[in-house]
């Protein structure tokens, strides 16, 4: 599906029957449009900066081992000074806040961050982070909490550590670099991020005839694009 004319170089996999059934909907309905984008396959610009953002959940060893695999994948595929790469991570549903697995789980997902920090950091030491949400609501509270951060680019680092730690029971990689994030891309667990298409979907967004214009008054976006949702194939 591409919606709303936007670069459609993101790929899903597996997906459950009724979002497969809605997304040929609306392939019916929206009719694709391309939008215009920058050229950034030299560079993405300084005020484009973007993390790259996984919400998923710690179910088991194999599964975190498989996650720091796909985030070193993401990387390499997407390399740029202006490009981070996030874990937010949270444990599957249960009937009390702790279970015996959790914390050793936690410790094998910063384990992997810290090892792909050391291993590229002659390239940069800002370009992963993982983050753990504190109990429940990963999902919803983790992507918002990050968003959050890079509203708040007028205020100093330290205050910005303090709401990560508020938010996120365990942290890891550089959180200073938040405030200066403008985008946002989410994947799913399973999206591949094909090579270069971060920079595509930066250039997407950054260009003038694409940025949203909000109305006060109507409180909505009346021109541009806050959102967007690339095909799925």
Not at 123 to 147: E, N, P
Not at 158 to 169: D, I, M, N, P, W
């Amino acid at each position: 599906m591409e919606a709303a004319g936007v670069y459609s170089g993101l790929s899903l996999v597996r997906q459950p029957t009724g979002v497969a059934l809605v997304n040929w909907a609306a392939t019916l309905l929206v009719k694709p449009r391309l939008l215009p984008r920058l050229d950034f396959s030299s560079g993405m610009a300084p005020d484009s900066r973007t993390v790259v953002v996984v919400p998923t959940m710690l179910t088991s060893a194999d599964a975190v081992e498989r996650l720091v695999e796909s985030l070193e994948i993401h990387y390499l595929a997407n390399r740029d000074r202006y490009l981070h790469f996030a874990l937010l991570t949270d444990f599957s549903d249960a009937l009390q806040e702790s279970m015996p697995q959790d914390e050793s789980l936690v410790r094998q997902v910063r384990a992997g961050v810290e090892m792909l920090i050391r291993k590229y950091e002659s390239d940069r030491i800002d370009i992963f982070i993982c983050s753990t949400a504190r109990a429940g609501g990963m999902k919803r509270r983790g992507v918002d909490g990050l968003r959050a951060q890079a509203r708040q680019a007028g205020r100093i680092q330290r205050a910005v550590a303090g709401r990560c730690e508020r938010l996120f029971s365990e942290i890891v990689g550089d959180v200073t670099i938040l405030p200066s994030v403008r985008y946002v891309i989410t994947l799913d667990t399973d999206t591949l991020l094909p090579r270069e298409s971060a920079r595509m979907l930066a250039g997407t967004l950054a260009h003038p005839l694409n940025r949203p214009r909000f109305d006060p008054e109507k409180r909505i976006v009346t021109e541009g694009y806050g959102i967007l949702q690339p095909r799925v194939a």
